[in-house]
């Protein structure tokens, strides 16, 4: 395998690449649980990927129930050294329309933290740098990917990610567009920390279904069903051309994100938490 492999985060609707080559599914047990799924590993135009669908086949799983851990660990496991995370989000404002794309720049936080959105703990304390969330240089190839395909984007924008599985209120919706939000969702800020503290370029790429009740009579299954198809297609097309796109070098600091973070002395962490953890922080106790 190269050092430069790209990981996909399918989301709702986008649980498969069928022009993945040579694909074959690996199950990765990690200290964390389980994925959400088999990943898939193959060749797709010449760069290795691995896939998991978010949610699971067949989409079983919510998103206050996903592994979030085990996802982000199973990547790191198998080389991935850049995530895209695909998912479907409501539109806070009329101007990002559905079937628009945005490449969020920003998250704001609003659930209620009952998923884990750390590796460390258990005798190790580490605190990493997250005012910028998400890869710039991974960002701009998503948006360029975008633009040469022929896809709406938005090349920047703050995510809010709610909790779920309910959509919001009106009241709520009201409120997130008064802080001058742009798009609601409810899965990659957690995923956006994960893959920085196992130092992996992670973009957003942020498919909108909708426009949330704010603008909306409600937000009703059948019209986001159908506008999630509309993505997928557009998702796949874009997908192949991020990869004509990635450089065989990264161009970012992600890679060393963890560098001068771990505050905890070497003598102090318990073996099994070194053991556990030396996918991510093997490197600096060598």
Request: with cysteine.
């Amino acid at each position: 395998m190269s050092n430069n492999i790209l990981g996909i985060i399918g989301g709702s609707g986008l649980y498969g690449i069928e022009d993945i080559k040579d694909m074959h599914s690996e199950r990765v047990d990690t200290p964390f649980g389980l994925p959400s799924d088999e990943y898939q590993v193959g060749n797709l135009f010449g760069r290795e990927v691995v896939f998991l669908p978010r949610h699971g086949k067949g989409h079983r799983l919510l998103p206050t129930e996903l592994n979030y851990c085990a996802n982000i660990f199973g990547f790191k496991v198998l080389g991935a050294s850049q995530v895209i995370g695909i998912s479907a989000v409501g539109s806070l404002r009329e101007d990002i329309r559905p079937t628009d794309i945005v490449v969020p720049d920003q998250f704001i936080d609003r659930t209620n933290r009952n998923r884990r959105s750390t590796f460390f703990g258990d005798g190790i304390v580490a605190h990493v740098s997250f005012g910028d969330p998400l890869c710039n240089s991974l960002r701009e190839i998503v948006a360029r990917s975008c633009r040469e395909e022929g896809a709406i984007v938005h090349e920047k924008g703050c995510y809010l990610n709610m909790e779920g599985p309910q959509f919001s209120t009106r009241a709520e919706s009201n409120l997130y567009r008064s802080w001058g939000l742009d798009i609601i969702g409810m899965t990659n800020l957690i995923e956006a920390k994960l893959a920085r503290e196992a130092e992996i370029c992670y973009a957003s790429m942020a498919m909108v279904t909708d426009y949330d009740c704010w603008f909306e009579e409600e937000v009703n299954i059948e019209m986001i069903v159908e506008n999630l198809n509309k993505n997928v297609e557009t998702s796949k097309r874009v997908i192949k051309k991020i990869v004509s796109l990635l450089p065989e070098k990264k161009l970012c600091s992600c890679h060393e994100a963890l560098k001068n973070t771990i505050m905890t002395d070497p003598g102090a962490i318990p073996i099994e938490t070194m053991e556990k953890l030396e996918p991510i922080i093997g490197k600096y106790f060598k």
